[in-house]
Nanobody, 122 residues
Framework: QVQLVESGGGLVQAGGSLRLSCAAS????????MGWYRQAPGKERELVAS???????KYADTVKGRFTISRDNAKNTVYLQMNSLKPEDTAVYYC????????????????WGLGTQVTVSS
């Protein structure tokens, strides 16, 4: 069993900053890529940013230059630093972990957290 728990969401004014964290727990041996997705009301879930085990990153065009993704492999934790927030960043932010391998060999292809709400007021 793998659990992903997000934290750090909240209400912030436009131009402000938030830092999201997502910790994966369980008998984890390794995790491939980790990422953040978001879903606004009435819209589809979209990729915000992802990071590989080696630190390679990918960002949605809408957040480039404002958001920074990082991870601590030893803690199985991924972070999202969000600066210069805009009202259009308002959404539920979800953490995702790809190919989580447990210590006894079982592999979960995709694991998701329950999400954390980010609301940016104008």
């Amino acid at each position: 069993q793998v659990q992903l728990v997000e934290s750090g969401g909240g209400l912030v004014q436009a131009g402000g900053s938030l830092r999201l964290s997502c910790a994966a727990s369980g008998s984890i041996s390794s995790i491939n890529a980790m990422g953040w997705y978001r879903q606004a009301p009435g819209k589809e879930r979209e990729l915000v940013a992802s990071i590989t085990t080696g630190g390679g990153t990918k960002y949605a065009d809408t957040v480039k230059g404002r958001f920074t993704i990082s991870r601590d492999n030893a803690k199985n934790t991924v972070y999202l630093q969000m600066n210069s927030l805009k009202p259009e960043d308002t959404a539920v932010y979800y953490c995702k972990a790809d190919r989580v391998r447990l210590t006894w060999g079982y592999v979960f292809d995709d694991s998701w957290g329950l999400g954390t709400q980010v609301t940016v007021s104008s």
